[in-house]
């Protein structure tokens, strides 16, 4: 595959799709880079739930408190110096506390719950809670139709966050499915979002957990398959290791190889670009071999600085010299 | 009137009527003095709103933290030691802040508004969270139908709260009206609290805002009547003031003397003995005219011991010689 020629401009559309923490840092790294109204971020929603009778996003909460700026630094969830006084009276009222509210971040899932019932799509809750913080980015919920991740362990079916916070994603995982796909639409938002991007980034988020329920709805993968050529992945693993969570592990209960190669290989037919870990260097002739274009990188995000280099890769990797 | 011979035992039942502050106290006092399960308390649910989707009892909980031993000394409102991080952010979403909702107090609510969605009824909703909270009283809403208490002034109709927390009390009341209270019925356990109860008790709640709408559901006010002889209130006027809050405010407004004698005119058909203030001794004969057993004491509450005080010399006026 013959790299394109650079383009003299910035992109003035870049479309993110996003989990949580790698979705974020993703994200954030072209929300720096770019002029800030450029960035759209596609948020996945299978990993959202009730709990307690209060309507929990936590891949799109994580993407708005990064992108505001107001995040908590490092448990890769909520916000920075959160306190836990209702969940500590919640729990003397014996309700359950193993998913961790804190005090401000409730305050997002008691209006996400009074603007839905007062007849606001997600996506419109969305777009006033990120507002009211300040992010100047447009975050779009994948669906405004609900889709739950259930995961199928060798301890029985699991609501998505039971095995991922309650269950701390020990068990054993034989398959994923996303309840409620079938009668899910991607929104018109998240549809144009992908239809007029100049770029499209995947994030490096769980290709099986956050990115799939994405790819799932109908319509985008179709669309990402005509753009292939404007879409670059960033790899979720360094060293077969992933640098949060279960993609590594689930690689191996799939009986795949724990590698950026198996992330190549699963998207493969919708991605153009791939962002290597300098790390896994040996593996870019087997990945261009996918017909992609590869960029070997340092991308492990651990500053602003680092997202910014890991989202300039990635444009320049779809051909813009940012 | 001739004093009843007092009894040798302490009763089995007393009920409490009661509103905020004032109820809160004159609960506590019986709660404290008799063993915890002689007490039932029915409260006040004209002041309940909604609040950002949140079914906010204000009277509830002040009783039930008050038994509990969490409510906040001083403010008449809320938990002990609460924080305000929620509505720190609620307010950075743009949401109303001038209803104080701490953090601890938030939980209540959110598990109101859950079991309520799961349809529980409110008398149920409260027995649940007064016995987590380890409160062996048992906490009847008067009512599980919607009350809402509405302030007719010269501001025109303002809900409650508005009138009584967002503009202080100031405006000046022409009128109050109950909305909802030709539908709404007391519960059965309310009923049966009245009828099974040897003494019942009018806290020193404000009249018109507290304890009317109590007064208000078919069936209190005429069994109340037929048992005027254990009735006993004790009045919120200390020296023509009320103790906290709009109750002498609102005589002047309607055109009655701020005084204890306009309370016991106001219950002069279902309460046969009261309890004046020292302060207010001298009418104590005005009262006694009114065919009440009048006892004078001190009524100002500020310590456990000045509420023990008080419960023993409302159950003495009933005849118990506790």
Same mark, same amino acid.
């Given at each position: 595959?013959?790299?394109?020629?650079?383009?003299?401009?910035?992109?003035?559309?870049?479309?993110?799709?996003?989990?949580?923490? /790698?979705?974020?840092?993703?994200?954030? /790294?072209?929300?720096?880079?770019?002029?800030?109204?450029?960035?759209? #971020?596609?948020?996945?929603? /299978?990993?959202?739930?009730?709990?307690?009778?209060?309507?929990?996003?936590?891949?799109?909460?994580?993407?708005?408190?990064?992108?505001?700026?107001?995040?908590?630094?490092?448990?890769?969830?909520?916000?920075?110096?959160?306190?836990?006084?209702?969940?500590?009276?919640? /729990?003397?009222?014996?309700?359950?506390?193993?998913?961790?509210l804190g005090d401000k971040d409730l305050a997002t899932h008691i209006l996400r719950r009074h603007w839905l019932d007062r007849g606001m799509t997600l996506t419109q809750v969305t777009d006033r809670l990120r507002r009211a913080l300040g992010v100047q980015a447009r975050l779009l919920p994948m669906s405004d139709d609900p889709v739950r991740t259930v995961v199928m362990t060798d301890e029985g079916e699991l609501p998505f966050q039971e095995y991922f916070v309650h269950r701390g994603a020990r068990p054993r995982v034989r398959a994923i499915r996303f309840r409620g796909i079938e009668m899910a639409r991607p929104t018109p938002e998240v549809l144009s979002a992908l239809d007029a991007a100049q770029v499209i980034i995947f994030a490096p988020s769980n290709p099986y957990l956050s990115l799939d329920p994405i790819l799932a709805l109908p319509g985008v993968r179709e669309r990402l398959r005509r753009r292939r050529e404007q879409v670059v992945a960033i790899s979720p693993i360094i060293g077969g290791q992933a640098v949060k969570g279960p993609a590594a592990k689930l690689m191996q209960e799939?009986?795949?190889?724990?590698?950026?190669?198996?992330?190549?290989?699963?998207?493969?037919?919708? #991605?153009?670009?791939?962002?290597?870990?300098?790390?896994?260097?040996?593996?870019?002739?087997?990945?261009?071999?996918?017909?992609?274009?590869?960029?070997?990188?340092?991308?492990?995000?651990?500053?602003?600085?680092d997202k910014v280099r890991v989202a300039r890769a990635a444009l320049r990797t779809a051909g813009w010299m940012v």
């Open positions: 595959m013959k790299p394109r020629p650079p383009s003299p401009a910035w992109p003035r559309q870049v479309t993110v799709l996003a989990g949580g923490v /790698g979705g974020a840092k993703g994200a954030d /790294g072209v929300y720096r880079l770019l002029p800030p109204h450029t960035l759209t #971020v596609i948020v996945n929603t /299978g990993d959202d739930f009730e709990h307690m009778g209060l309507p929990i996003s936590p891949d799109l909460d994580t993407v708005m408190y990064t992108l505001a700026g107001i995040q908590h630094p490092e448990q890769g969830w909520g916000l920075a110096g959160d306190t836990f006084h209702a969940l500590e009276m919640l /729990g003397r009222y014996g309700a359950p506390t193993w998913f961790r799939f009986g795949l190889p724990a590698s950026a190669l198996t992330v190549a290989r699963h998207y493969r037919e919708i #991605v153009g670009g791939f962002l290597l870990d300098t790390r896994d260097a040996a593996l870019a002739p087997e990945i261009e071999a996918l017909d992609m274009r590869v960029t070997v990188v340092d991308t492990w995000m651990r500053s602003p600085e």
